[in-house]
């Protein structure tokens, strides 16, 4: 069948008749509606039509790669249950009167699976493809500084460890500077505008690096690009949210994830052919290095000024005047998004964020664990993958060799994080999974702090391989983030501040391996055990604290009748994640 609206209820501003049972056993729609955990409503229930609800999508997109087929019908209604459905709860949870696509809201349209289905794939053709090259542009720069540390980078321009450190550090304090700035910046004129500005700018930086002459022009650079990169990881998120569910979002993150890895099977098999310039009008291979890699990036950020469009009802412009989706198309992506999470709805893609709503985002205590998780829980790997070229040529690797070996645990662990964010997604767990990769680092760890300075060059290499292979949790945690915001506001907040915390951690370990501590660094790998042990015991915490949160909440919330519920999300000033009926994922 097709899209269409149900009959007696056509207006964007209506809502349908559903009978609702006045009862503090029954399970009201909206408990399940935005819980995180709950997303698809299997408990809830949608009036219309005599068709079946499917709570699952047969075989979407990307998730395709590893659902298992079913006995769905792509003819099946898609709709979903969710607060729309009860016309008392749903004046509750109207969009903004300013929300750019209420043109498009009608909570009595249904559509069909296929219809759907197709839609999700012309949005990761369209909208994901794109972000994946963006991020790839993202971390070249930081790729192509490790790959000219093979080739004599640190010597031609006098500079020592401890330089470089100071480098890396200056990066990170640039970077996590610019995060809330470029946020708020992105949320007031929207990502599809500041990204591209954010792209050419640092690519500039990027290609100006062929000129470095010594210690002040290295840190200079670094720093700027620092500046300029900071807020792309959280704009993009945020510019995601506006096409994808909470359901499809983490994978599409771990998607963009394998383009940090990729990066570094990229630029080695690039630097494998450049690098072997030096000597080309007198310059050394890593300036001819930084000069490509820059007009890479420059390229990709011109392009995407004509890739990205605002919103699902916003993708004509002059070069693109038909669009992407039909108006149907467009019904089906907007009331897709708001009956998976109706707050976001609640605020206009360029409405900025102000000083009070930014506090107020701030002061969510709720996601504060998530924040002190970003601090640490990348740490143990940080030191060795900054360091692996120049380890690798310490083990008597040559330059060239050492750019080839950094290629295997590079695709091994872009693999692994899409397996790991996948069974998080279909266990509905995230805290469990963080700490399998804890478990993952700590054999390792201890290896490298206690192996003798004898052992063999390969098991040296097969060793690190393994601990670069592991299953980074951060797409996960980032949508973990995200998913427990529970407001547009302070989703955009949220995601710098996660992300901040994620660059200390990168300024941390980047202070971990020290001149005085090398080639073997056992000090250094000592300190890293001692973290894994923490970030262990914190992942433990963090599911505990929202398992108890989630119970407190039920308990008040089970405990009052349907009517009592009406009055409290009539009368209540809880906002977001602070509602009684919202679900923290764990």
Same mark, same amino acid.
């Given at each position: 069948?097709? !899209? ?10 209506? @809502?349908?008749?559903?009978? @609702? ?12 509606? #935005? ?64 929300? &750019? ?27 994901? @493809? ?45 970077? +996590? ?11 007031? #004129? ?36 620092? /500046? ?7 704009? #993009? ?10 359901? &499809? ?21 690039? !630097?494998?052919?450049? /690098? ?18 820059? +007009? ?37 992506? @907007? ?22 709503? +930014? ?30 070229? /120049? ?9 060239? &060799? ?112 020290? &001149? ?11 300190? /890293?055990? !001692? ?10 915490? #963090? ?44």
């Amino acid at each position: 069948m097709s !899209a269409r609206s149900k009959p007696g209820s056509i207006s964007s501003s209506s @809502v349908p008749n559903v009978a @609702v049972e006045d009862s503090k056993d029954s399970k009201d729609p909206i408990s399940y509606a #935005i819980s995180n955990d709950d997303a698809n409503g299997k408990e809830g229930r949608l009036a219309g039509e005599g068709h079946a609800l499917n709570p699952e999508p047969p075989r979407t997109a990307l998730g395709s790669l590893f659902r298992r087929s079913d006995k769905r019908k792509l003819d099946e209604i898609a709709t979903q249950p969710s607060v729309f459905d009860d016309p008392q709860q749903a004046q509750y949870h109207q969009p903004h009167a300013k929300y &750019e696509n209420l043109h498009r809201f009608d909570p009595s349209f249904t559509w069909t699976w296929a219809e759907e289905n197709s839609l999700v794939r012309k949005l990761d053709w369209r909208v994901l @493809v794109w972000a994946w090259i963006a991020f790839l542009s993202l971390n070249l720069d930081q790729s192509s500084l490790i790959q000219a540390n093979s080739d004599n980078f640190l010597v031609d321009l006098k500079l020592d460890t401890n330089d470089y450190n100071l480098g890396v550090t200056l990066f990170r304090i640039g970077f +996590l500077t610019a995060e809330i700035p470029s946020q708020l910046m992105s949320k007031k #004129i929207g990502p599809d505008r500041w990204i591209p500005i954010l792209m050419i700018l640092w690519s500039l930086v990027a290609l100006s690096q062929f000129w470095l002459s010594g210690r002040s022009s290295f840190l200079a650079a670094r720093a700027i690009m620092g /500046l300029l990169q900071g807020g792309f990881i959280p704009d #993009i998120i945020l510019y995601l949210s506006y096409f994808y569910k909470g359901t &499809e979002l983490p994978f599409r993150l771990a998607i963009l994830w394998t383009a940090d890895r990729m990066k570094d099977v990229v630029v080695p098999i690039l !630097a494998f052919g450049v /690098l072997r310039l030096r000597g080309v009008h007198g310059y050394a291979g890593w300036r001819w290095l930084f000069l490509i890699e820059g +007009l890479i990036n420059l390229v990709i950020g011109i392009w995407s000024i004509f890739m990205m469009a605002p919103s699902p009802t916003q993708t004509k412009a002059w070069w693109r005047p038909k669009g992407w989706f039909t108006e149907l198309d467009e019904k089906v992506l @907007v009331n897709r998004i708001l009956r998976d999470d109706p707050s976001k709805g609640d605020m206009h893609n360029r409405q900025a964020v102000t000083p009070r709503l +930014l506090w107020q985002s701030l002061c969510d205590f709720d996601l504060w664990p998530l924040y002190l998780l970003g601090l640490t829980f990348s740490i143990p790997a940080g030191p060795p993958k900054q360091y692996i070229t /120049l380890s690798l040529r310490g083990l008597g690797f040559d330059t060239f &060799e050492t750019n080839l070996l950094t290629i295997p645990p590079q695709v091994a662990t872009s693999i692994n994080l899409l397996i790991l964010t996948y069974v998080s997604e279909k266990i509905g767990q995230r805290a469990y999974l963080g700490l399998f990769t804890q478990v993952w680092f700590l054999p390792c760890l201890i290896s490298l702090a206690v192996l003798p300075v004898s052992t063999n060059k390969w098991a040296t290499y097969a060793l690190i391989t393994v601990l670069l292979s592991y299953p980074t949790p951060h797409p996960m945690q980032a949508a973990w983030c995200s998913r427990n915001s529970n407001s547009v506001r302070t989703r955009a907040v949220s995601a710098a501040l996660y992300n901040m915390a994620s660059q200390i951690s990168a300024i941390i370990s980047a202070n971990i391996y020290l &001149e005085d501590d090398k080639p073997e660094y056992r000090r250094g790998n000592r300190v /890293l055990v !001692a973290l894994t042990c923490y970030n262990m015991a914190l992942y433990v915490f #963090i599911k505990a604290y929202y398992t108890w949160r989630n119970n407190s909440k039920e308990k008040v919330w089970t405990g009052m009748s349907h009517q009592e519920r009406l009055t409290y999300l009539d009368t209540t000033t809880d906002e977001g994640n602070k509602k009684l009926n919202f679900k923290f994922a764990s």
